[in-house]
């Protein structure tokens, strides 16, 4: 596997053309048959459109490490979803090669009336790898979450760090080709945020691409060469970490004085 | 032509790579069914045993015409009837109940309808014990032919993924389809010859009345309770029961057919599913 990523490095893995993503929002919750049809007959069905992402041009590389930059609301885990595939996109296309281990809004996806072990195997199969990779990694997974004692617990008994944790160490052992972290680190307390910032690195290291979010400029500018900055879901710069922060603090530094007044 | 082998090659290889994962999804849907219990999977077979033996009594107290084995005739039609209520009541919110996982990775969506149904055809399988215990109670023959039992049952497994489908995809839209749909099941309960013969359908002249004949045409339960019927039990009354053979091709072109229903359905609306759950 390892050998086959590092060979790859370098060329294109994901490529997003012209992409859209558009929401119908309802001007009411309708889920039920009876309004549905009652609204139909009364031709009321009327959707407001949302362009969560507009027209999106991105092409980025085996090994590349980016950061995706922006408010609330901008669109980054829309994007997100989009790559690995969770969202299809309403225009445009979305072709991406190779796994993807995903953590997108503050860890991976638990059953939550299942303990902790039984979700790891379940988890390890949504990303593609067979039980005996599971079982032969599973000491491993336990030991970087350091989570020993939590194992025959359900997950819905698990605090949003420990969550984290384990989503963490189940994306970050399967080896993916591509890794998306999206604010996983944040709920995590100081010593475990270090611990993974030196295991993406070893990851990155080892030729897997890397899909970063999160709000505070230390890690970002410690892990990422590249930067996308979004704003109410269209590209509004692409380059270095450093380079669009200055514009992005720019902004957000004048809107916050604009406010004041 | 070459473009649908070329997809379905490759929707057959995505299948075998996600195969570890049903494994997973019907062991935790058998796990956490019984989690808790005392008899934990026996109840897989008391259940069935202990329904038909509440409903043998009270229907031979009241049913004038007597079935011979009746406890027989009642389980056989029973197990079947329970698995496509229970598999397909699963399966229905099998994609709204996944949520958790959908929103946050991406897994092909039919694998928790399939893992639904097939974890209900696990427990009928495990009913087929209390199909044993009443058989040597009642002092059924064994025969070799009892074996062929397999192919109604293939043929409901298949006829029920595709219902489920079906059902998984609308319900996604319309969440009240879960209240009808315990209605409809009632309805349709009543409208397969479970608890009864065909023969209640009929005139004193011996002729069929009609809802008879929509049953024996149109009732998809009744071509594999029928079926399945015929070969744990030989049951077939020559003048009202459709021959065995007809009913076997019947069933499985109404579970073919049904499979593509469903198919078509979900992979219509699969992409707008994660908007609305």
Sequence with gaps: MEELRIDRKGQVCIKITDASVRFNIAGEKLDNLKEYFVKLVKRELRFKEFYALKDINLTIRQGESWALIGSNGAGKSTLLKLICRILAPYKGSVEVKGSIAPMI???????????????IFINGAVLGRSRKFMKEQYEKIVDFAELWDFMDLPIKNYSSGMRARLGFAVATIVEPDILIVDEVLAVGDAAFQKKCRARIQELLDRGTTLLFVSHSKGPVLELCKNAVWLDHGEIKMIGTPEEVYEQYDLQTDTKVTIKKK | MKKFLRLTKERIRKFGQYWDLLVLLVQRDLKLKYRRSFLGYLWSVLNPLLTMIVMSIVFTEMFKRKIENFPVYLICGNILFSFMRESTTQAMTSVVGSASLLKKSYVPKYIFTLSKITSSMVNLVLSFGALLIVMIFSGVRFQWMNLLGFIPVLELYVFCVGLGLFLAAVTV?????????????????????????????????GTMKPIGLLIRRFNPMYMYVQQFRYFIMQWYVPEIEVPVMTLMWRGGLVAVLMLFVGLATFNATKNKFILYI
């Design chain 1, 105 to 119: 809004e503050l860890g991976a996806g638990f059953d939550s009336n299942l303990t902790a072990q039984e979700n």
């Design chain 2, 173 to 205: 839209f319309f969440r009240d389809v879960r209240n009808i749909w315990s209605v409809v099941t009632l309805a349709w309960m009543y409208l397969t010859p479970i608890f009864y013969s065909l023969e209640s359908h009929t005139y004193a002249d």
